[in-house]
Structures are given as structure tokens and as C-alpha cells.
């Protein structure tokens, strides 16, 4: 029964970790800049062409979801896949070289993501702006992760698959089809033999285009910002806090309802849109529905903390985490209202939208993976993380940040639905369009501010990370529960 | 029966596929080949708006401008007429958007002119006060790129016969000429030539003259052509 003690293989883990800190910083850093840029336009030149909000502004969103979210994603499967299963990469040389192929392909195909974009190729289709030979790229390295999640499974120890398993293998299968069937273009060179071959023309035209994009778009929030950060918290909170998972039943409802009625809900976006009717009903209903099973989860989550609520008070981490599960239940109530049809009227198109989107990645994904790089730190380097106190620190500056943030947009985004419809008593339009710009002004200031202080938080964590590897005292074995870690 | 599931990797993930995949056949496939039927009198680009709207996609207007007029009152006063499907049969991607940092462009042709465009790509808050655009001066020197365009053009042609050198409306003249590339491209000259002239800015007529289309003409020429 007992095993004997396995020797985890952290090597992929730990290199993904730096890449999560990496684009982290990157990422957000041109999140910030970019907002600063709606409140002070003489930003948009300081680099020529090449900063330009629209030039940056996919830069922003591709590196933050799949440069911070993803390597994120992959230092926690890397380190979780192991020990959930009971294996050691290091007993697999073919798994062991996938998974560093993995790392490799990943990251050069990241650095011509980012290239490509500074150099206008766009196919403007939004998180899937790549063109053809870059999707061609994230479908292998997809593949590789599959071979390595199937592979792990295969040599596996434990039969049962623990529930973070389930939601690994949940984000591997559903941005597999979402992902190929959202990029189904047309090289125009290989079809003519003429002009940029990295040119290519989409598959879909007008509203088909919009339903298919929009059934990805959403989707791929689902599956890359959702279904693996609840992998995460499933196992690291119950791991850092020592207490287990509330209950499985809740676990089973919650996996089985978000699988089931997640994809119903991308077509939100196409409300009062020329797509049919009782589509934007069914994304509309379908989206109030979801709050259940992503409540369940959340739910389920913050009731692994029944009875020893005392840990927040002394572990940064567990902080992290249950804020994470909080912002989650804030998200997944808000993008519902946002749903319902007259709410969509008003804040459709308007600044709500990014707020909403921020309260989400901010909170729940940021959070979600800074603690998860955190824990596995000590892991790592077999040494106590550097600073408690600058942990605590991060957590409430970055706290700071999203409130900000999310409070501003929410201004910003109402104000600004409200005055596009306003009439006077006549009946006329009563604001011009620049109008309904000018005034939000100062809530674009406030927005930049939160997001200078979340990006701040960054530092601190790349900081913290960086002195646990190198300087923080060393511990004799792994600890078994609570990180330790020095004032 | 989840319990088993959780025993057997293989037919749990062909169990999550499944779960997942229904919505999407429902709601996607049903509807697909309605939905791309063209609009009575919709055409497809010409080559030089086509070469315009790949300069809208490279400088990604889409991420502050829509192209999707909703059905309510403060949008069509606004804006004019809201959108029909129709009319986006010839979008290869559709370019709605998702945010209005600045205003609805679907019908923008409508009431904005050739010159307007150009002063504002070249200085926004010189027409519109206030005005948190950039400016996007770079489109005034660089040169269109009419060969990709053409590519696409011929591609969309070959591939999802898009009525390109067809009659469409049946008044026995074909609508949209393509023909060869040097037919377009002369074609695209001399519409670019009529653009440049409309901005008033000698520069822009010049390089037209010289055979060189910028990238600020072609896409006024597809700005005009939204109405």
C-alpha cells in the first residue's frame, strides 16, 4: 500500500513557473500601459506605430491569457499530474522529453505569437488573432500535452482519477475542438500562389464567422480561464490547508453542469445581433443557469474552509485562494445579469465588459496562480518562501488594484450605456459620441491606477519567488500541508 | 456510474467530449447555411476596399470600433439603419467588435467623407475635439498591399464562389469585375486616383499617380463603402 517515497520530477514545472512570472509581468505590464493610453493618448506614441493602442491592445489579451494563464496552467499540471497519479516523470524517458518538447515548442511559438502581432498579422478574430502557420504550431503543442496528460494516465499508480484530473483532461479536450474549428482558414497563397503567404482568409462568412467565434471567444474562457484554475484550486487549497474537499457530491454536480452548459452560453455576445433569435434566448438563459455549477465549485471550495476560517488569518496563501473563489462567485453572478437581455442592452459594447472580464482574470486566474507557483515553490527548492510579510503586502496592494479596477469600469461602462441612450425632451439623441468619451476620463485614470497597483504586486511576487530559489532558508523534506515560510 | 468513469480515463474523456460537443452541434449547424445568404443588391469588395479592410484588420480598428447597428431607437438615430445579416455575406471574418471606444462604423460612409477620413487618420482630435484616438500616420507612406489582396479576392472566388465578374443583379453587366491581376490592379488605380483627389492632399495624389497606392486611400476607399 505504501509507496515508497517517489522522487516528483519538477523540472518542466519549474521552468513553465518562470514563464507564468515571465508573461505575467510582460502582459500586464502592456495592460497597463494600454489603459493609460485611453486616459493620456500622447502614450500611444512613444514607440512609433508599434505602440499604438490597437497594435498592443491583442498583444495584451494573447499574452496575459495564453502566455501568463497558460504557462500557468502547465507548471500546475506538471507538478499535479505526478502527484495526484502517483507517478514520477522521471519514470517515463519518453514522457520526460515530451514534456520538455513541450515546454520548447511552446515557448518559441509564443515569441512569433508576439512578433507576428507587433508586425500587423492579425486574422482580428478575438484570442485567435494567430495566423495559419502559428495555429498549425498550437495544435502540435497541444498534442504534446495530450500524449502527456494521456501518457501520465497510463503508468498511473492511483486508479481513481483525482478532480483536478477530471478538469485537466476538460481543458485538453475542449480548447482541442474549440480552437480547430474556430480557425478553419484558407492560405491564400497556397490557393493562388500569390501575395503574403502567411495570408489567410476565414472559412466562415459574416454572422456563421461571428457564431462560430463567439461560441470559441466565450468558450475559451470557459476552458482556459475557468475549467483548469478550478483544477488548480481543487487541489492546491485542500493540499495548503490540509482539510478536504467539502463534498464529492458537489464536486460531481458542479464538473457534470459546467461541462454541460458552459458551451450553450457563448451567444451572450451576439444578443440584439443579426444571429437568430432563439440563439440569443438559449445564451441567454443558458448563461443565468451556469451561476449553479460555477457556484458549486466556488461553493465547494470556500466550504473546505468550514471551521478553520483562522488560517486566512495567518496564511497569505489561503488569502489568495479563498479571494480567488470569492472573485469567481463575483464573476459568475455578474456575467449572468450581463446576459439578461435589457442588462445587454445597456452594457454591451460598453467599458462593463472589460471590467467584468478583469474582476475574472485579475481575481480568480491571477490570484489562482500566484498562490498555486507559491506553494509549489518550497516544493521546488526544498527552502521556506522568502517573505510572508511581502506576501501579505502583494495580496492586499493587488486587492487594492481590482477593486479599482472593477469599481471604475462598472462607472464607466453605465455611464457611458446610459448616455449613448438618452434623449432629450424632444426625443432627440441628447449627447454627441465624443461626449459619452470625454467623460470618462478620470475612470480611465482609475482603472490605469488599479492596474499599475496589481502589476506592482507583480514585481513583489517575481521577487519573493526569486529569493525562495535562491536565498530563503532550506527545509529538510517537502512539507506536508502549510507552506512554510519566514516572517 | 461516475465513480466507474473516474476508474476509466479513456471513456470519462469520451464521456466530457460528448457533454461538451452537444451545444455547439444544437446551436451552430442548424442554422449554418441560412445564415450566409447574401442581402438583395449585397456585392462583394472590389480590390481596392478589400485591400482597405486588411488595413482595418492589420491596425485592428475592430478593437474600439463595431460594425453591428442594434435594432433600438438611440441606435439608428445615431447611426441609421440597423444591421442585417444579409448584408455580411461577403465578411470574411466578420468585423462586429466587441467594444465601442469610439462609434459604430457600419454605416459610416454614409456621413463621412473622403477628406474627413483623411484628417482624422491624420490628426483625430483635428475634426473631433477631444478625441482619445491616435493618430495613424504610418498609413499615409505605406503602400497598400494589392497582390494579398488580390489573392483573397480570387481565393474566395475559387473556393466559396463568391460572385466575382458575375452578374448579380440580373441588369446583364457584371457587377464586381476581378478578371486578372493586372486588370484589377488598373481597375484599383483608377478608383484609388478618384479617393486621393477627394482628400485633397496633393501627397496622396502623387503617389497614386506614380502607380503606389497607400494604405490611408484604400482604406477610405472600404470606409465609403460601409453605408
Same mark, same amino acid.
Given at each position: 500500500m505504501q509507496n515508497p517515497a517517489i522522487e516528483y520530477d519538477y523540472t518542466v514545472a519549474r521552468w513553465f513557473s518562470y514563464l507564468a512570472i515571465l508573461f505575467g509581468i510582460l502582459g500586464m505590464g502592456i495592460g497597463v500601459w494600454i489603459a493609460f493610453e485611453l486616459a493620456f493618448p500622447e502614450l500611444n506614441y512613444v514607440a512609433g506605430q508599434y505602440s499604438l493602442f490597437s497594435r498592443l491592445r491583442p498583444i495584451h489579451t494573447n499574452v496575459v491569457a495564453y502566455g501568463f494563464t497558460l504557462s500557468g496552467i502547465w507548471a500546475t499540471w506538471y507538478y499535479v499530474g505526478q502527484r495526484v497519479l502517483k507517478v514520477s516523470l522521471a519514470e517515463s524517458k519518453f514522457l520526460q522529453g515530451i514534456a520538455k518538447l513541450h515546454f520548447w515548442l511552446y515557448f518559441f511559438t509564443a515569441l512569433a505569437a508576439v512578433v507576428s502581432l507587433l508586425a500587423r498579422y492579425t486574422t482580428s478574430k478575438e484570442y485567435a488573432q494567430f495566423e495559419w502557420p502559428l495555429d498549425i504550431a498550437v495544435v502540435l503543442i497541444w498534442v504534446l500535452w495530450g500524449i502527456s496528460i494521456f501518457g501520465l494516465i497510463g503508468i498511473r499508480r492511483e486508479k481513481t482519477l483525482y478532480i483536478s484530473m477530471w478538469y485537466y483532461i476538460a481543458t485538453f479536450l475542449g480548447v482541442a475542438m474549440l480552437y480547430l474549428f474556430n480557425n478553419m482558414e484558407v492560405p491564400t497563397y497556397l490557393i493562388t500562389g500569390m501575395g503574403d503567404p502567411l495570408h489567410s482568409v476565414s472559412m466562415y462568412a459574416g454572422t456563421n464567422d461571428a457564431m462560430v467565434?463567439?461560441?470559441?471567444?466565450?468558450?475559451?474562457?470557459?476552458?482556459?480561464?475557468?475549467?483548469?484554475?478550478?483544477?488548480? %484550486? +481543487?487541489?492546491?487549497? !485542500?493540499?495548503?490547508?490540509?482539510?478536504?474537499?467539502?463534498?464529492?457530491?458537489?464536486?460531481?454536480?458542479?464538473?457534470?453542469?459546467?461541462?454541460?452548459?458552459?458551451?450553450?452560453?457563448?451567444?451572450?455576445?451576439? %444578443? +440584439?445581433?443579426?444571429? !437568430?433569435?432563439?440563439?440569443?434566448t438559449m445564451g441567454s438563459i443558458f448563461s443565468v443557469i451556469l451561476i449553479l455549477p460555477s457556484w458549486g465549485s466556488a461553493l465547494n471550495m470556500l466550504l473546505t474552509m468550514k471551521g478553520e476560517w483562522g488560517q486566512l488569518k495567518e496564511n497569505p496563501l489561503i488569502k489568495f485562494m479563498v479571494l480567488a473563489s470569492t472573485f469567481y462567485m463575483l464573476s459568475t453572478l455578474e456575467g449572468p445579469i450581463q446576459s439578461i437581455k435589457s442588462v445587454n442592452a445597456l452594457a454591451h459594447f460598453t467599458d462593463w465588459i472589460p471590467g467584468h472580464v478583469h474582476d475574472g482574470t485579475l481575481g480568480w486566474v491571477g490570484f489562482m496562480i500566484i498562490a498555486a507557483i507559491m506553494h509549489m515553490a518550497p516544493r521546488f527548492y526544498k527552502r521556506e518562501i522568502y517573505s510572508k510579510k511581502l506576501l501579505e503586502m502583494q495580496f492586499w496592494l493587488q486587492t487594492t488594484g481590482i477593486v479599482l479596477y472593477f469599481s471604475s469600469m462598472w462607472i464607466a461602462g453605465i455611464t457611458q450605456g446610459m448616455m449613448w441612450r438618452a434623449v432629450d425632451q424632444y426625443g432627440n439623441l441628447a449627447y454627441s459620441f465624443i461626449d459619452t468619451v470625454t467623460v470618462l476620463h478620470p475612470y480611465y485614470t482609475l482603472r490605469g491606477i488599479g492596474g499599475l497597483f496589481y502589476f506592482i504586486g507583480l514585481f513583489m511576487w517575481a521577487y519573493n519567488f526569486y529569493k525562495t530559489m535562491t536565498a530563503a532558508k532550506q527545509i529538510e523534506k517537502e512539507p506536508a500541508f502549510a507552506s512554510p515560510m519566514a516572517g | 456510474m461516475f465513480g466507474w468513469l473516474e476508474r476509466n480515463p479513456f471513456f470519462f474523456a469520451v464521456g466530457v467530449f460528448v457533454v461538451i460537443a452537444f451545444a455547439g452541434l444544437?446551436?451552430?449547424?442548424?442554422?449554418?447555411?441560412?445564415?450566409?445568404?447574401?442581402?438583395?443588391?449585397?456585392?462583394?469588395?472590389?480590390?481596392?476596399?478589400?485591400?482597405?479592410?486588411?488595413?482595418?484588420?492589420?491596425?485592428?480598428?475592430?478593437?474600439?470600433?463595431?460594425?453591428?447597428?442594434?435594432?433600438?431607437?438611440?441606435?439608428?438615430?445615431?447611426?441609421?439603419?440597423?444591421?442585417?445579416?444579409?448584408?455580411?455575406?461577403?465578411?470574411?471574418?466578420?468585423?462586429?467588435?466587441?467594444?465601442?471606444?469610439?462609434?459604430?462604423?457600419?454605416?459610416?460612409?454614409?456621413?463621412r467623407t473622403s477628406d474627413w477620413h483623411a484628417n482624422h487618420m491624420w490628426d483625430p482630435t483635428s475634426v473631433v475635439p477631444g478625441s482619445i484616438m491616435p493618430a495613424y500616420k504610418h498609413m499615409f507612406t505605406n503602400v497598400a498591399d494589392l497582390e494579398t489582396a488580390y489573392a483573397e479576392a480570387l481565393t474566395v472566388k475559387k473556393v466559396f464562389n463568391v460572385p466575382y465578374d458575375k452578374d448579380i443583379d440580373g441588369d446583364g453587366k457584371v457587377d464586381v469585375p476581378l478578371g486578372s491581376f493586372d486588370e484589377a490592379k488598373k481597375r484599383a488605380l483608377a478608383y484609388a486616383l478618384k479617393v486621393a483627389e477627394e482628400t485633397k492632399r496633393q501627397d496622396l495624389v502623387d503617389m497614386v499617380k506614380q502607380g503606389k497606392i497607400p494604405e490611408i486611400v484604400a482604406l477610405i476607399?472600404?470606409?465609403?463603402?460601409l453605408k
Open positions: 467565434q463567439w461560441w470559441f471567444g466565450h468558450n475559451a474562457v470557459a476552458f482556459v480561464f475557468t475549467v483548469p484554475i478550478i483544477a488548480m %484550486i +481543487y487541489y492546491y487549497l !485542500p493540499k495548503e490547508s490540509g482539510q478536504p474537499v467539502y463534498s464529492y457530491k458537489l464536486s460531481l454536480l458542479s464538473f457534470w453542469g459546467l461541462m454541460f452548459v458552459y458551451l450553450w452560453a457563448g451567444g451572450h455576445h451576439l %444578443i +440584439y445581433s443579426t444571429v !437568430p433569435d432563439w440563439m440569443q | 444544437i446551436e451552430i449547424v442548424p442554422d449554418f447555411a441560412q445564415q450566409s445568404r447574401p442581402v438583395a443588391g449585397a456585392k462583394p469588395y472590389s480590390l481596392l476596399e478589400l485591400a482597405g479592410r486588411q488595413v482595418y484588420i492589420k491596425d485592428s480598428c475592430n478593437a474600439c470600433h463595431s460594425q453591428l447597428i442594434r435594432p433600438f431607437k438611440s441606435e439608428t438615430d445615431r447611426y441609421g439603419m440597423y444591421s442585417l445579416n444579409g448584408e455580411y455575406a461577403y465578411d470574411r471574418p466578420f468585423l462586429w467588435g466587441s467594444k465601442r471606444t469610439g462609434p459604430d462604423l457600419h454605416r459610416v460612409g454614409n456621413y476607399a472600404y470606409l465609403n463603402r
